[in-house]
């Protein structure tokens, strides 16, 4: 199982990204996907997952403001951030479990400057 994540970069306040997370190895359509952040000192967190079934769930911190989606044809997971803020600075992983075991991608850094 592998899964590579890009689309991390450096952007204003206010902004936007794209997050995009690619995945082999596994029947990807039946397979929940997460996003997770790690801040500078800070404990990784969940910042939201989809279903199989397209149905999202979202951290507090990011309810509103991000937004992720799915393409199983194209394998592809998504993370739409708007309306970025400093505190969204992390370096951002896309995530899944299969056969009972955690699989991550090797993580994304976004940087929002003030």
């Known amino acids: 199982v592998q899964l590579q994540a890009s689309g991390g970069g450096l952007v204003q306040a206010g902004g936007s990204l794209r997050l995009s997370c690619k995945v082999s190895g596994l029947n990807f359509s039946i397979n929940t996907m997460r996003w997770h952040r790690q801040a500078p000192g800070q404990t990784r967190e969940l910042v939201g997952v989809?279903?199989?079934?397209?149905?999202?769930d979202y951290g507090d911190s990011v309810k509103g403001r991000f937004t992720i989606s799915r393409d199983n044809v194209k394998r592809m997971v998504y993370l739409q951030m708007n309306s970025l803020k400093p505190e969204d600075t992390a370096v951002y992983y896309c995530?899944?479990?299969?056969?009972?075991?955690?699989?991550w991608g090797r993580g994304t850094l976004v940087t929002v400057s003030s």
């Open positions: 995530a899944t479990t299969h056969r009972g075991r955690d699989f």
């Open positions: 989809i279903s199989s079934g397209h149905t999202t």
